[in-house]
């Protein structure tokens, strides 16, 4: 079982919106819709911005967005801000018996 | 206010084994499961596996299965990891994070514990 595969970096100025890949297979992301997106900021713990797809927990700002299509997970923040500077994960449930989560390589976003 | 503490930093020697605590706060506990997420000096996420907090039940993946072993005890609200036969590869921030029942998201993170593997 593979990593899902994101983009190492994605940049947008203040304002903007910008949107994350996350590329599985028919076998993790294609197959529940058990994707969840995490933002970590430089030496902190991952955050859960959005759980089952799109679903977006008390408390995130409603600029962060998720969908899916087929194999393709996507995470959507619009009105770019400075403090959305960060790294994002894609995590999908598997199924498998060797290996049930996996999460995606990461991707650096970057606030012009 | 939900909360997931964990133990300090941690150094070893490669063979060693090193043991992670991370306890809960709050209503994080019964009905939830506990995983263990590492990641590596500038690298990503990489998940250990979990455990069910009510019946112990675990689940890791292939890769450390024989390596790792999770438990908890429910009188002090607190989950356990413990990794053996260390290596330098194994040198990474050690995270607990909670999953509420079975949902399979990752919704309380401990503020990690480095490990780090050195001779």
């Known amino acids: 079982q593979s990593a899902l595969t994101q983009p190492a970096s994605v940049s947008g100025s203040p304002g903007q919106s910008i949107t994350i890949s996350c590329t599985g297979t028919s076998s993790d992301v294609g197959a529940y819709n058990y994707v969840s997106w995490y933002q970590q900021h430089p030496g902190k713990a991952p955050k859960l911005i959005i759980s089952e797809v799109s679903n977006r927990p008390s408390g995130v700002s409603n600029r962060f967005s998720g969908s899916k299509s087929g194999n393709t997970a996507s995470l959507t923040i619009s009105g770019l801000q400075a403090e959305d500077e960060a790294d994002y994960y894609c995590?999908?449930?598997?199924?498998?018996?060797?290996?049930?989560?996996?999460f995606g390589t990461g991707t650096k976003v970057t606030v012009l | 206010q939900e909360q997931v503490v964990q133990t300090g930093a941690e150094v070893k020697k490669p063979g060693a084994s090193v043991k992670v605590s991370c306890k809960a706060s709050g209503s994080t506990f019964a009905g939830y499961h506990m995983h263990w997420v590492r990641q590596a000096p500038g690298q990503g996420l990489e998940w250990l596996g979990c455990?069910?907090?009510?019946?112990?039940?675990?689940d890791y993946p292939q890769k450390f299965r024989g390596r790792v072993t999770m438990i908890r005890d429910t009188s002090i609200n607190t989950a356990y990891m413990e990794l053996t036969r260390l290596m330098s590869d194994d040198t990474a921030v050690y995270y607990c994070?909670?999953?509420?029942?079975?949902?399979?998201?990752?919704?309380?993170w401990g503020q990690g514990t480095p490990v780090i593997v050195s001779s």
């Open positions: 455990i069910n907090l009510d019946s112990g039940g675990t």
């Open positions: 994070a909670s999953e509420p029942g079975i949902t399979k998201y990752f919704q309380h």
């Open positions: 995590k999908s449930y598997t199924g498998s018996s060797t290996l049930a989560y996996v």
